[in-house]
């Protein structure tokens, strides 16, 4: 039976210091991932965290890291399983781990492992595939339309939903938008998705009047001085993702959605109402910032369950509804099947 996802477990605290070699091999990679790779803060920092616990691991157990083999590792991950981590935490630290030893391989520094136990040989563990969830198009709705919009705040929250949903949107690329980005007249914004890659994305007629309104009433309200950002705070500063995500959750429970949301279900939901209207998945790539079609492929799978889901309970109405006739004794059909009937 697949383990199914479970809260993060605590973990015992790693020793306080590393190697001095461990520690300056780790510092040299996250050099390389911040500066060369440019990722973003958040991933530096999930990286150190990730890098950090397994090369505790490796010193509590006398191992020095570059001497360490794919055994090694895996008692790492079975470690991690004992403790009952989700699968997909598990399967990142492995793939981060093994990123490390593929830098350290690249950069010429001698791995001492056994022969025919190397970590860059290293398999992840298997992750069932869940499906994203997404809202209805009237939930959506509900939620875009809950905030007071006869308030600066509201005006700028209800900006916010609609181009999380009319746009598809990351939470981080839309608090990273300046009022330069936006392109009104065209229904345009560039915006700064991940690696510091920039796009341009598109947005309909709800978003450009919410953004308009916004522009026209609610941000000048808001803002204190010259401030590019596109989203100001009560204080006239850059709103910040966690704030953005309190507005999301906000707005849901407005709206009296079953379920808590997420600004990141409203991506989902931009995607999945694009397949389901048949748009072309490279098209939907383009839109979301993908950098492979493999990763938007996903919503075909979420739009092919929604469709069989409904073809279902419409099958099984019709079915009730032909058991209740013919309990009635009454026909399926009063007209004659056919002329010879009729004679």
Known sequence: ?????????????????????????????????????????????NYRTDLHHYLSHLAAHGIEHDAAGRTDVRGYLARLRDEELADSSIRRRAAT???????????????????????????????????PHFL???DATALVAAPDEDTPNGLRDRAILELLWGAGLRVSEIMGLDVADLDLTNGQARVTGKGDKTRICLYGEPARHALHRYLEDGRPRL???????????????????????????????QAALQSRVHPHILRHTFATHLIEGSADLRVVQHL??????????????????????????ALTRARSSEAARRGSGLSVSSEPRDAASAV
């Open 223 to 253: 803002a204190t001085g010259a401030q590019t950002a596109l989203f100001l705070n009560r204080s006239g500063g850059r709103l910040t993702a966690r704030s953005a995500q309190t507005v999301v959750r906000n707005a849901g429970m």
């Open 136 to 138: 209805s198009v009237d």
């Open 1 to 45: 039976m697949p383990r199914t996802s479970r809260a993060r477990a605590t973990e015992p605290a790693p020793p306080a210091e590393l190697p001095p070699a461990s520690l300056a091999a780790l510092e040299a990679y996250l050099a390389q991932v911040e500066v060369v790779r440019r990722r973003s803060p958040l991933t530096v920092r």
């Open 288 to 313: 979301l910032g993908h950098a492979s079609a493999d990763t938007t492929q996903i919503y075909t799978a979420v739009a092919h369950r929604r469709k069989s889901t409904l073809i279902s309970d």
């Open 97 to 131: 781990v093994r990123g490390f030893y593929r830098w350290l391989d690249a950069e010429g520094v001698p791995l001492r492992n056994r022969p025919g136990d190397s970590i860059l040989r290293l398999r992840y563990p298997k992750v069932g595939r869940r499906l």
